[in-house]
């Protein structure tokens, strides 16, 4: 399934399909409208052909789309993630050979929940000129990005797993962090039950001093070796500020 999109969408795409036509991967494209593209036609923002044809396939290649300012649209990517329970983005950071970045040694995979906080997209006019927007947590959201990504360390045998409820989307209020920490604790408990007790968790706290930014309640590791290097584990956070992070 591709979904080309508008704008530089087009021309990134065309430059994936490239790449996969030269590694010989055997993939026949179904190609669907979205964002501005879809507009033009005198279709909705995401129409329900280019969802049946998600749901069909299973799989799908999306450029960058736009959505109309102002008018009233749900952003495409916001509303791919709701109907489709898209709730995990996962994005792997490896360190590659023969390229110099800024950080050395990096492997870790960052895990976020897509779905939620204010993705959820809940607002009202409370008074004229006054809108309020909601940042939604629940206890299933938070659970089932805590069992992802404790899921994907066990299953790749990676030996820490660090949870930054700050970084999480819906986590920006004390409540929703408590609440995003908990359950990662729970799913830390399952994840030890499937590993053994070799295995330790962790948890400790990791309160910014002197700093009104938004800063992580606790920090929960989830190894089996102390040499293990930190980076060396699937990590709920935003960014990683280096390999030792």
């Known amino acids: 399934m591709l979904i080309a999109g508008d704008g530089i969408g087009p021309e990134v795409t065309r430059a994936v399909r490239h ?65 489709l329970e898209l709730y995990a983005a996962v994005r792997p950071v490896r360190s590659l050979a023969g390229v110099e970045t800024r950080f050395r040694d990096a492997d870790i995979a960052v895990f976020r929940e897509n779905t939620e906080g204010l993705y959820s997209g809940v607002e009202n006019e409370i008074t004229p000129g006054v809108v309020t927007s909601l940042d939604v947590a629940t206890e299933t959201a938070c659970l089932r990005i805590a069992h992802a990504a404790f899921r994907y360390a066990v299953e790749r045998q990676r030996r820490r797993v ?26 830390a408990r399952v994840g030890r039950s499937r590993l053994g007790a070799r295995w330790n968790v962790d948890c400790e706290d990791c309160r910014a001093r002197g700093s009104r930014a938004p800063s992580p309640l606790a920090s929960i590791r989830f190894g089996q070796a102390p040499d293990t290097p930190p980076c060396a584990g699937a990590c709920l956070m935003r960014c990683a500020r280096s390999s030792r992070s």
């Open 162 to 187: 660090t949870v930054h409820a700050a970084a999480l989307r819906f986590s920006w209020t004390p409540r929703g962090q408590s609440l995003a920490i908990e359950c990662a604790r729970i799913a």
């Open 19 to 83: 790449v996969l036509e030269a590694a010989g991967a055997p993939i026949e494209w179904v190609e669907r409208q979205a964002g501005l593209a879809a507009v033009g036609r005198g279709d909705e923002v995401l129409p329900a052909a280019t969802l049946d044809a998600i749901r069909e396939h299973g799989v799908a290649l999306e450029g960058p789309c736009t959505t109309p300012v102002g008018e009233g649209f749900r952003s495409v990517d916001v509303s791919l993630r709701k109907t």
